[in-house]
């Protein structure tokens, strides 16, 4: 891992720094399709920042410009997983018919997509793992993006402070199962029993003030 990461300046994507022009976007989008294609072949050690700035077809140089280690690199791709998955859950949403079920159901439907790929599941988790404090803004915008997907899911606007605590307990749980899979120490089928149970918590915070997601 350190030899993947060296000082660096900021990536294009941080916040103190102005938006990415399209070239830029192009260019982004490539080096984080280079990485999830590497990692879905080999996982997190077959990530390696030289070979997908070849992939990619951008300079080694410019490739630490936009992601100063490979841990950046491969939790902004997970972060594009989640945008992913975000868009296409909105375009089918859950149907279940409580909060609990539909949220249950998204987490599930994120976790088979995720394991559908699981040696880039797997480098995904690992960068999340290892991330340190100089990773914090991009793991911080995975937590937003898996919070919303929950949101949506049980369809709240404006959710109170007990229902957000609810949420962050249940993404603790689903990274939590998506470790324990993956190290194969969990089955899917107790991975939906744990993810259905936590759920439950939605139940308990429900509150009668809570604006329903008209969107």
């Known amino acids: 891992m ?3 990461a060296r000082p660096a300046a900021q990536p294009p994507t941080d916040r103190a720094t102005p938006p990415l022009t399209e070239r830029q976007e192009a260019r982004r989008r490539r080096i984080l399709h280079a990485s999830a294609q590497l990692a879905s072949r080999g996982g997190f050690e077959a990530v390696q920042m030289r070979e997908v700035a070849e992939a990619a077809g951008v300079a080694l140089g410019t490739l630490y410009r936009y992601f100063p280690s490979k841990i950046h690199l491969l939790v902004a791709t997970m972060q594009d997983q989640l945008q992913h998955m975000h868009s296409t859950l909105r375009k089918r949403p859950p149907a279940g018919d409580d909060a609990a079920q539909r949220v249950a159901e998204t987490l599930m439907r994120a976790f088979r997509a995720l394991q559908r790929e699981p040696h880039l599941a797997d480098a ?16 911080d915008t995975v937590s937003r993006l898996t919070t919303a997907i929950i949101l949506d899911a049980m369809g709240l606007e404006h959710p109170t402070p007990e229902q957000l605590s ?8 689903w990274h939590s199962a998506l470790i324990t899979w993956l190290s194969g120490r969990a089955s899917i089928a107790q991975v939906k029993i744990d993810i259905e149970t936590v759920c439950r918590l ?3 915070t429900t509150e009668s003030g809570a604006t329903p997601w008209r969107g």
């Open 202 to 204: 939605i139940d308990l």
């Open 124 to 139: 995904m988790v690992r960068a999340l793992t290892f991330a340190d404090r100089s990773v914090s803004p991009e793991v």
């Open 2 to 4: 350190t030899a993947d």
């Open 166 to 173: 609810a949420v962050r307990v249940i993404e603790h749980t």
